[in-house]
């Protein structure tokens, strides 16, 4: 059995690295430039009162399973640096407010409001009850506003997901060209 390969990801110096927008959906697309933790951590803390989702964007070193359209497997990580840089990136670039559902609806009464790196014992993703996430993960907290998104939100129906910009698409692209050429 072949062994599937893992690639790092670096931050690129034109500064087009990025995420752009943060999409809550019934049904996470991992094999479409979606990230999704589901599976190995809690995602999300959900404040009734206040209306807020919180969980983690970006987890570092987290193997991100990929199959580009060959069906050529393999799997791609962030290390700590990227993910701040990245975090850093979405904030300078007003990405904030970029939120969608299912990928396709924009969301004008969406927004995160909260978004931080997450360092050392006393971080606030420990006191919301987030799980064992690694230094160096990016979280945010989304204001809900939208009266369907958020019942559905509750309900479970919806989760979070990232939606990369067209230079991690890009990203992607090159590293599934480097897997056919080997």
Known sequence: MEKIKVYEAKIDDDGELGVYA???????????????????YKLRKVDDEKRMVYGPAMIPDLP?????DKGNEFFIKFPKDVVR?????????????????????????TIVVESWIKEGESDKSISL??????????????????????????????ERVLVGSDPIDELVKEMEEIIKSI
């Not at 999409?23 to 990230?35: L, N, R, T, W």
């Not at 990245?86 to 004008?108: C, F, G, S």
């Open 22 to 40: 943060i999409s809550f959906v019934d049904e996470p697309a991992i094999q479409s430039g979606f990230m999704h933790f589901k599976s190995q």
């Open 64 to 68: 991100i399973y990929r199959m580009d």
């Open 85 to 109: 840089e990245m975090a850093h990136r979405y904030l300078m670039k007003n990405n904030h407010q970029n939120t969608t559902v299912d990928h396709e609806k924009k969301l004008a009464n």
């Open 129 to 158: 009850g987030l799980g064992e996430l690694p230094d160096g993960t990016w979280l945010t907290g989304s204001k809900v506003n939208d009266d369907d998104v958020w019942s559905r939100v509750k309900s479970g129906d919806l």
